[in-house]
């Protein structure tokens, strides 16, 4: 898109588009502020325009929830740790620090977030703000981990929150899908850096459905990717352990991560999206490739790996009591369907947290992810793996396809009102308003 300079708005109007490239939109301006007083400012000049005002990230959502019309912000000059405090075992970050250079940081100070979901590309404020979580039986989200924060409100305010400082406001804003004001900062929980030892194993469909919560129950942090028109299924369990570092070798890390899930997986996808008769066949070969394989390493490094093999995703979260079911319902209607999926499916579970819109608010939860391949149709498989999560009361991802609206979560979130009423009272112009927001939360 066009460059914006420190704190000035672009005169070019100039598509923008998210990672997937589902979604498209065309700014009126582009702002890139290089301080705090520059975003108030331009959040001020845009109510003053009449112009909405969306910041977007890494644009790593599939939804239009950074969409604008009006004023987009990019807070990537507003980016590094602002403090930390070993005794509170809190780190200050500012809002546009991508994920992958906060890991990094912490680690040169000895430290580490306790849970992370499998991509570190998003900015902190993009992650947290549409519920990005990975998978954990005592740890939650990233917002989860927040312990304070900073937004620009619609007047131009700076509002600082904790649990503390505005409560209310804390609650929600931790997971405010942008609706609430700018996130500037955010104060997360960290703990003194640790290893975690990873073991995947392939498992069969029938064994790791019947023993899923065995598999929860024994493990910090347990997780399973299912291949469609197979019974095969790869399991990771990532538990604490004593060290030392004993990471996977380079070329088996290559094979692994480069060559498999990234080189040869865009080849077959490929191939897949040309003939989609051929994707049965190599999910079955595909699936039994795989090797059981052990490795030790610090979090970030265990819990993330690269993904440049574009998609589409949609993701549920369900009661974990019933994801099995969901799951073995999802299958059948595979089964029978005559879709062709060449994307694993991916389940992973969070404990009960209390964001007022977090996926995972007041319920233990197990999540369900569907994916296809960019440029691949999806909607035919989305709409019945919909209808199914639906049915098992499913909250869907803030930043994933879906087609629910606020009529939905109304009855989904018991707290869905405390969030609108809440929103009325920061922003009740709209000034971070747009379509997807009107679709999910209402007027």
């Not at 942090?221 to 538990?239: I, S, V």
């Not at 009529?407 to 009102?417: L, S, T």
């Amino acid at each position: 898109m066009g460059t914006a300079t420190a704190g000035k708005s672009s005169g070019e109007r100039t598509a923008w588009h998210n990672w997937a490239g589902n979604i498209t939109a065309t700014p009126a301006r582009v702002v890139t502020p290089a301080s705090v007083g520059e975003l108030q400012e331009a959040v001020r000049r845009a109510a003053e325009d009449g112009l909405r005002v969306k910041a977007v990230g890494t644009g790593h959502s599939f939804t239009a929830a950074a969409a604008t019309d009006g004023v987009l912000v990019r807070p990537q000059a507003l980016a590094g740790i602002r403090s930390i405090d070993r005794a509170a075992g809190t780190v200050t970050v500012a809002a546009g620090t991508v994920l992958k250079d906060l890991n990094v940081a912490l680690a040169r100070e000895g430290l580490s977030l306790t849970n992370m979901g499998d991509i570190m590309e998003q900015t902190v404020s993009g992650a947290t703000s549409t519920g990005t979580h990975g998978t954990g039986r005592d740890s939650a989200s990233i917002a989860a981990q927040i312990r304070g924060l900073e937004l620009v409100t619609a007047d131009g305010r700076l509002l600082t929150c904790s649990e503390k400082e505005e409560p209310e406001v804390f609650a929600a804003a931790r997971l405010g899908i942008g609706a609430l004001g700018i996130v500037t900062a955010i104060t997360f929980a960290v703990e003194p850096i640790f290893f975690l030892t990873a073991r995947e194993e392939p498992m069969g469909f029938d064994r790791v459905t019947a023993e899923f919560e065995e598999h929860f129950a024994e493990n910090e942090h347990f997780e399973f990717y299912w291949f469609p028109h197979t019974g095969n299924c790869n399991t990771k369990r990532n538990n604490r352990s004593q060290g030392p570092a004993a990471p996977p070798g380079p070329v088996s890390a290559w094979i692994e991560d480069e060559l498999l899930s990234n080189g040869l997986f865009q080849a077959v996808n490929s191939l897949g999206r040309a003939v989609p008769a051929t994707i049965p066949s190599i999910a079955r070969v595909a699936s039994r490739a795989l090797s059981a394989r052990t490795y030790t390493d610090i979090p970030y490094k265990v819990f993330t790996s690269p993904r440049r093999v574009r998609f589409v995703e949609m993701e549920y979260a369900l009661p974990r009591g019933q994801v099995v079911e969901a799951l073995r319902e999802l299958r059948a209607m595979v089964d029978r369907s005559g879709l062709r999926i060449s994307f694993p499916v991916e389940v992973r579970t969070a404990p009960a947290d209390d964001i007022t819109l977090s996926t995972a608010s007041g319920r233990d939860t197990a999540y369900i992810a569907v994916h296809m391949y960019k440029g691949t149709p999806y909607q035919g498989y989305f709409t019945a793996a919909e209808r199914i999560f639906t049915a098992h009361g499913g909250r869907p991802h803030w930043g994933k396809v879906h087609t629910r609206d606020a009529q939905y979560f109304a009855e989904a979130y018991p707290r869905f009102g405390e969030f609108t009423a809440l929103r009325d009272r920061l922003d009740p112009d709209r000034v971070f308003g747009n379509d997807y927001l009107r679709r999910v939360l209402g007027d």
